[in-house]
């Protein structure tokens, strides 16, 4: 697929997913004529990367564990350093932080919305 129509499917602007190539986080392959195409696969991919950037990932981190969200799992432990470790292990408490915020807003609002309902039900009878 060429570029336009993967910038459909997710949601995600030409200039991001250029960007995302000069990262190395996709691979586009070129035609004849010098257009980028596509595999397929790069659509999952593309909003793996960017739920990954929602989450604060740097895209230096998102290229190396990439690989690793891959099936079947190939995990490379080559370059991770103590480092590496340590930014992982913090992105991921934070993440945790922000799963546990989300879902606590959630719960507040599905509450809002069946009191409101619950509100609008004994008006209407």
């Not at 991919?45 to 290229?63: C, E, F, N, W, Y």
């Not at 969200?69 to 480092?83: G, M, N, S, V, Y």
């Amino acid at each position: 697929m060429r570029i336009g129509e993967l910038s459909e499917l997710t949601g995600t602007p030409r200039r991001l997913l250029r960007y995302y190539e000069e990262q190395g986080l996709i691979v586009a392959e070129r035609a004849a004529n010098g257009y980028r195409e596509y595999d397929e696969r790069f659509v999952d991919r593309v909003l793996q990367i960017r739920g990954l950037l929602d989450a604060g990932l740097p895209t230096r981190i998102i290229k190396q564990i990439l690989p690793c969200l891959d099936k079947p799992r190939i995990i490379h432990f080559t370059d991770a350093t103590p480092e590496m470790i340590a930014t992982l292990e913090h992105e991921r408490d934070r993440m945790t932080e922000r799963v546990q915020f989300l879902t606590r807003n959630r719960d507040a609002i599905a509450e809002y919305l069946d009191a409101v309902r619950d509100n609008r039900s004994s008006k209407a009878g």
